[in-house]
């Protein structure tokens, strides 16, 4: 037969782990939405522009990642590969400027990365954008919420790395004297270094080349650059985490992939020594609004990324309990009374699930069927049900049968369940 496969670096979630990321996003909301974060919605496709002025020209995702296509009128549009530049944009969009804004978004991501294991092309983030507020509050409340997400999952709490980078000017100033260092060491950097070099020096930081690593470990820190007011909103930052026994440390060579950054950056790793380790990522993006032509407006969030997420807490997700009856039914001519059974158990309670068979089969094998496919309960529905107006629940544990009256169904599983 032809082979057929999904798009490369694209997977299928299969309902044993979509259950679980469907438990683990419900903990994402509640946890957020004890915040006071409410859901936004923003479509896949967002102009390109938005992303090239928002993540920066001279990024991995806007140089080589993002998923690009033009429409009937040669307007270029892209798949989106991140949520803050959309959440921005429809903020402003919607008029919501002038208030507080506190949002939380789930859904998929499209970067065009070589695939590997943690690293997809369309993959899953949920993430959560603050608008509005300019004090370190409002970054010790985004990383509060992170905090606690591993509180409700019963884990204990991950290593924060932070830093900061200080404002635009500060910045630029210390990617003058970095690139002067960097320069010095020009032959010992491979082609690719040497293009950020040129393009965007500051991801040279946090390379996982041992030797670029240890190049860097001698070079000056971006904390020696960083103005009193940026200095003082990370030192506020910190002191407030410190007051809530929140753990961090901190990362002088963290700087982020993505331009829109100012003062606080963070990082949460899975503690692994493998590169796509980052599960959660996030920092104050105070310029964006400015960057995309748009009234001042501070701004800090994070995103998870749900696969690398799901793996890393996955022993602690516990699976939606539900019953499952599996209903069969001797006789295509008895299909009605099968069906007004299933709906009648169905409306008893929310954690029974009912399937039918359907297919008519002897008893035996519809039996096989309802144990393959791990059945709590069968209920049988033969003449003698029909004639009598009831129903046959076996159990599929202990092989015992009960024979229950239609109008008794609704009693019988909220007593029994
Ligand atoms: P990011 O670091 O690009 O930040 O992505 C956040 C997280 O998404 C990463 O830490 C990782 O867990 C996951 N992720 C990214 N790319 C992939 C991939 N190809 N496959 C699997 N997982 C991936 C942002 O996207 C920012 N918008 C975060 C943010 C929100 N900053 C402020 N607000």
Redesign the pocket.
């Known amino acids: 037969m032809k082979k057929i496969q999904s798009v490369k670096g694209m997977h299928d979630i299969l309902p044993d782990t979509a259950s679980k990321l469907r438990v683990l996003e419900n903990l994402l909301i509640n946890t957020s939405e004890s915040f006071g974060y409410d859901e936004i919605r923003t479509p896949i496709l967002e102009n390109t522009d938005l992303f090239t002025k928002s993540i920066g020209d001279g990024t991995d ?1 806007v140089e080589k990642e993002m998923y690009t296509l033009s429409d009937s009128k040669d307007r270029l549009i892209s798949m989106r590969p ?3 530049a959309s959440c921005v944009r429809a903020v402003v969009e919607n008029g919501l400027q002038d208030n507080i804004n506190r949002f939380w978004y789930t859904g998929p ?1 499209f ?1 065009h ?1 070589r695939p590997q294991k ?4 369309q ?1 899953h ?1 949920f ?1 959560v ?1 603050l608008f509005g507020i300019s004090s370190p509050e409002a970054d010790f409340e985004v990383l509060n919420i992170i905090v606690s997400i591993f509180k409700n999952l019963k884990m204990k709490s991950p290593k924060i790395l932070i830093n900061s980078i200080g404002d635009i000017e500060d910045r630029n100033k210390y990617t003058t004297v970095l690139v002067e260092y960097l320069n010095k060491y020009k032959n010992d950097l491979d082609k690719n270094h040497l293009l950020k070099l040129e393009r965007n020096p500051l991801r040279i930081l946090d390379s996982k080349d041992e030797k670029v690593a240890e190049i860097i470990s001698n070079a000056p820190s971006i904390s020696q650059f960083i103005s009193k007011d940026a200095k003082e909103h990370f030192e506020e930052t910190l002191l407030l985490l410190d007051k809530d026994n929140i753990k961090y440390e901190i990362s002088g060579n963290l700087v ?3 331009d829109y ?1 100012n003062k606080t950056v963070f ?1 949460i790793t899975d503690g692994e020594n493998n590169t ?1 380790n ?6 104050r ?1 105070d310029y964006l609004f400015e960057t995309l032509g748009q009234k001042s407006t501070p701004a ?6 749900l ?3 799901l793996s890393y807490v996955m022993d602690n997700i516990e699976n939606y309990k539900s019953i499952l009856i599996y209903m069969i039914c001797l006789d295509q001519k008895f299909k009605f009374h099968a069906i007004s059974a299933s709906d009648i158990i169905r409306n008893c309670e929310s954690n029974i699930r009912v399937v039918n068979d359907f297919n008519y089969s002897n008893l035996k094998s519809q039996l096989k069927k309802a144990n393959k496919l791990s059945a709590d309960l069968s209920v049988i529905i033969g003449s003698e049900e029909v004639d009598s107006d009831s129903i046959l629940i076996k159990s599929m544990d202990t092989g015992d049968q009960e024979k229950i009256g239609m109008s008794e169904i609704g009693n019988y599983f909220k007593k029994e369940y």
């Open positions: 995702i991140e949520g803050t991501f970067r990365e943690g690293r997809y092309r993959f983030q993430g954008e982020r992939g993505l950054y990082e796509q980052t599960i959660c990522a996030g920092g993006y800090v969030g994070f995103a998870i990324g696969e690398r997420f």
